[in-house]
């Protein structure tokens, strides 16, 4: 017979798998890439559990009951079991749909660690709604508990965003320098007509068409281009290291245009 202990040590022992192969996806892809990954693995373990054991039991249940047989109670606790786990891991995939748009969840050196902490604390916040579903009073100390992994979560993202930019360019930089990098390697998906075919508008609406918008977006790009890699997406458009040194020192000495 399969008992709570037995469901929680296998959730226990994916969980550790997962994370592990987390570690390696976020050191082999881009952070972006190796969060997508993770998202797709979860997911198919999801439909893979639906697919190859609830069902399946289910109609092995009913072919036995019309049989006039008794079916094997296994049947009913693998399901179960199953079910427990994809209700447990719906909340870490939805924070890895949503995490693609909001770099400092996967762009930090410790984006793996990131994941799972978060991961971990859906987990206590769904086991406090599950266990308020069944009508039972539920643990509170759940919430601080959960509270523990986001807030570790956030001083790691921060730790690493205050860490210096690699690179700093050896002279002061002009803005028409800025702006000869941005048209060859951020205005091809930045303006509001993009040439790149994916896209028919600019990609959250940042545009970099006109001096003052690129002004106007001078700590963004210092955020996404010169602290982080996050941008060019996937360096598609292959900015250098002194190029992003040159946007760095530019915005460090104050963004000025003339
Ligand atoms: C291949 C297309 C492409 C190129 C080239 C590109 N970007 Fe982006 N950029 C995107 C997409 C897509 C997003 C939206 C990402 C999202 O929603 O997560 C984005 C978002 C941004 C944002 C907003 C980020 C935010 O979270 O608010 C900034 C700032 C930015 N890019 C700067 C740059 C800079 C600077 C360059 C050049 C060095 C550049 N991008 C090159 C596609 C591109």
Redesign the pocket.
Known sequence: MISVFCTARLAATGFALLVLITYGFCHVFSG?GAFLQVGALVGSIMVGNVLFIIIPNQRKTVDALIAGREPDPIWGYQAKQRSIHNNYLTLPVVFVMLS????FTYQTKWNWLILAGVSVASFLVRHYFNAMHTGAEPDWRLWPAAALPIALAAVLTLADSYSAPSATAEKPISFTEVRV??EQ??????SAH?K?P??SEP??G?M?DTPSQILQ?SK??F???VKTH?????N??E?TEA??AA?GSWITAGSRTN
């Open positions: 972006r693609n748009h909001y770099s990098i941005v390697r951020c205005h091809v998906c930045h993009p790149f994916a896209f990609p959250k940042v970099f977006y963004q790009i955020a996404q281009a996050t941008m060019p997406l996937n598609i458009t900015i190029e992003r946007l």
